[in-house]
T-cell receptor
Framework: GQNIDQPTEMTATEGAIVQINCTYQ??????LFWYQQHAGEAPTFLSY????GLEEKGRFSSFLSRSKGYSYLLLKELQMKDSASYLC??????????FGQGTELSVKP | DTGVSQDPRHKITKRGQNVTFRCDPI?????LYWYRQTLGQGPEFLTY????????KSRLLSDRFSAERPKGSFSTLEIQRTEQGDSAMYLC???????????FGPGTRLTVT
């Protein structure tokens, strides 16, 4: 079976740093995506990790440990517009994505 | 390049009716994926195409669901004899290959009454 776990909700303060964790157990693994989804909108791409280590892209960083089945998304200098759902997704053979349930992040002033 | 488009954006139908949704991917993308998303959940994989070939279909997809991509460009997803449990957002995504990011369309929100 396929299992991807991430926290349901998180709250953080504007200007702070937040880390959203994701653990996975899947049959097959070609990489791990993070997507952002605002309410009522389509998911938009944030990052893609294939190899172990940290990928940095502006205020967003993503980390992967394949041996531990673990990833995290780090958001720095939080802004109100970062309030959204953050989706962790494992890329399986053929490119199909298996998503976690999403982490709803609320950024407070 | 206008991105992935889906039509209609919203559909309300009565139980037992058939519905069809359309997805137009980014023109040079040969991979096309369909997902379904319910409130508070992540998208669930339904099926995908490479060009016109349907390569995989989820066990979630009952016999009432069928998808086509006849010329390797746009795709349609049909649901026959809709049930209330089919109410969801149906998302289409495309990519240039299996190790590339998928670009999602705005989705079709289906409500079955």
């Amino acid at each position: 079976g396929q299992n991807i776990d991430q926290p349901t909700e998180m709250t953080a303060t504007e200007g702070a740093i937040v880390q959203i964790n994701c653990t996975y157990q899947t049959s097959g693994f070609n990489g791990l995506f993070w997507y952002q989804q605002h309410a009522g909108e389509a998911p938009t791409f944030l990052s893609y990790n294939v190899l172990d280590g940290l990928e940095e892209k502006g205020r967003f960083s993503s980390f992967l440990s394949r041996s531990k089945g673990y990833s995290y998304l780090l958001l720095k200098e939080l802004q109100m517009k970062d309030s959204a759902s953050y989706l962790c997704a494992v890329n399986l053979q053929g490119g199909k994505l298996i998503f976690g349930q999403g982490t709803e992040l609320s950024v407070k002033p | 390049d206008t991105g992935v488009s889906q039509d209609p954006r919203h559909k309300i139908t009565k139980r037992g009716q058939n519905v069809t949704f359309r997805c137009d991917p980014i023109s040079e993308h040969n991979r096309l994926y369909w997902y379904r998303q319910t409130l508070g959940q992540g998208p669930e994989f339904l099926t995908y195409f490479q060009n016109e070939a349907q390569l995989e279909k989820s066990r979630l997809l009952s016999d009432r669901f069928s998808a086509e991509r006849p010329k390797g460009s746009f795709s349609t997803l049909e649901i026959q004899r809709t049930e209330q449990g089919d109410s969801a957002m149906y998302l289409c995504a495309s990519s240039p290959g299996d190790s590339y990011e998928q670009y999602f369309g705005p989705g079709t929100r289906l409500t079955v009454t």
